[in-house]
């Protein structure tokens, strides 16, 4: 074992297991020992990238965060994008042991939060979508946030799939989500998850009153269940197409897959065989 390893190990807490690597560099690299474990480590470049559980301690980084998100969303007129959130709803977050940050120097530039449906906390759910699952046993994949010269390496993908296996290690069922359609970013990395899309929508007041977008929710069950034997299929561009996807949803065909085609992301809609 070597040094490093023999300084890291003995921090790691039982609920949270490594599910990486170290990876090493040529350049020297100014790593933060934490007292949150590592829940994985990619590279970007040559630099090493830790996901850790935060702490309230981190409520300055992440508000800065936020801002810098913020600013960029609001410069590039995509503030639909997301609905912004307040010093205290990310300190409710913090304190709550489900949050998750990417760390590149010692710098937060990362950050997601994995939320929980409950008939007591109705307000931790996705605004907007309807109650087709277990409210006692679901996760959220609610506010993510990647600083803007870090987005489109695959960070956004990574705190998607992190709060995924966080919620299986919880005992949760089933995990939801939702994006606005101009969002593509944020609703490409839910498919490539492996989540569903289950219901569109108008966005909710909440993000945005006056935004014609629309809202895309999405699940993915955690337990394993049978087969479904299906007889017709579909392949649908889920923007281009909205109104006939709302239209096949509503008739109760299924979102099953999902491939890319160039910069879009097609849907494979499902039939039950009758």
């Keep these: 074992m070597s040094p490093l390893h023999r300084v890291v190990q003995p ?3 039982p609920q949270l297991t490594r599910c990486g690597f170290f990876i090493f560099t040529r350049e020297p690299m100014n790593i933060e020992i934490t007292d949150t474990p590592p829940l994985s480590k990619t590279p970007i470049g040559n630099s090493l990238h830790d996901c850790v559980s935060l702490t309230i301690e981190h409520i300055d980084a992440v508000e800065h965060l936020s801002q810098a998100v913020w600013d960029d969303l609001e410069a590039n007129g995509h503030k639909d994008f997301v609905s912004r959130k307040h010093r205290h709803e990310f300190e409710d977050y913090l304190v709550s042991g489900r949050s998750m ?9 990362g ?3 994995l939320g929980r449906t409950s008939t007591t906390i109705p307000d931790d759910g996705v605004p907007g979508m ?3 699952y277990d409210p006692q046993n679901t996760a959220v994949l609610r506010t993510a946030l990647v600083h803007p010269e870090y987005q489109r390496r695959g960070l956004g993908l990574l705190l998607v799939k992190e709060r995924i296996a966080l919620a299986r290690r919880l005992g949760h069922t089933a995990v ?3 994006a606005s359609s101009p969002n593509t970013k944020s609703w490409h990395n839910l498919l490539r ?5 289950v219901q569109v929508g108008d966005l909710p007041p909440s993000i945005s009153a006056d935004s014609r977008a629309k809202a ?8 394993e269940k049978p087969a479904m034997s299906f007889s017709r299929q579909r392949i649908i561009d889920p923007i281009e ?7 096949l949803l509503d008739r109760g065909w299924i979102n099953t897959a999902s491939k890319s085609k160039g910069n879009k992301m097609l849907l494979i809609l499902s039939k039950h065989q009758e």
């Excluded at 940050?101 to 530039?109: D, E, H, K, N, S």
């Excluded at 998850?193 to 899309?197: K, P, Q, V």
């Excluded at 895309?216 to 337990?223: A, E, G, N, Q, W």
């Design 216 to 223: 895309f929710y999405f699940h993915k069950d955690l337990v």
């Design 130 to 132: 309807a109650a087709i």
């Design 176 to 178: 939801v989500s939702g």
């Design 241 to 247: 197409e909205y109104d006939l996807l709302r239209s």
């Design 101 to 109: 940050g990417i760390f590149v120097f010692g710098q937060v530039i």
């Design 111 to 113: 950050f997601g939060y």
């Design 193 to 197: 998850a492996a989540m569903r899309l």
């Design 11 to 13: 921090l790691l807490k």
